[in-house]
């Protein structure tokens, strides 16, 4: 079923995920800073913000006239908010209370994903219809989709994973080696394992 996607941030990853709401059949609505067309977010089936992290909260109140109740609004951000400590779902729930948001995350790079390259992410929701409903709408077969009814464990794996990423770019920088790379990665994975289960999260999430 064709649907309409509003893109709230015209970036990389905004432009990566309008080629596969297009890909997937759906109109696109492409809405930034620079270009703050309210029509672009009108009569749209969801939203999907691609902004930074630290740049959400401004952007959720610039669109917040646009925002229906109940309105499903994918959040595509990896990280914690700075001096809040918010993960990105807490934070569209404080900014705007009447909207539905999801998460949507994962190991993608958008110049993979405009490549077509095989990707694999997840989509969140407070319900497994729910995030099946949407994952299933933006699945295209280079791109899948998993659901996902864990939030805050895939919100903690999509921010925590970048710290990891940086370790073992350091380990390489260093010319330390696979074996250095790969104990990074095993003990990287038990200890965010350990921290999501302390957070609430299901460990077979992470």
Known sequence: ?????????????????????????????LWSRGTPDPNALARADALILAVPAQALRAALTAIAPAVAARQPLIVSAKGIEQGTGLFMNDVVQQVLPHALPLVLSGPSFAADVLKGLPTAVVMAAPTLAEAGE???????PH??????????????GGALKNVLAIACGISDGRGLGDSARAALTTRGFAELTRFGRAMGARPETL
């Not at 079923?1 to 609505?29: D, E, N, Q, Y």
């Open 1 to 29: 079923m064709s649907r309409k996607f509003g893109i709230v941030g015209t970036g990389a990853w905004g432009t990566a995920l309008a080629h596969v709401a297009r890909s997937a059949g759906h109109a696109v609505g």
């Open 143 to 156: 791109f899948r989709i998993y659901a996902s009814d864990d939030v805050k464990g895939v919100e903690i």
């Open 134 to 140: 949407w994952a299933g709408a933006l699945s295209i």
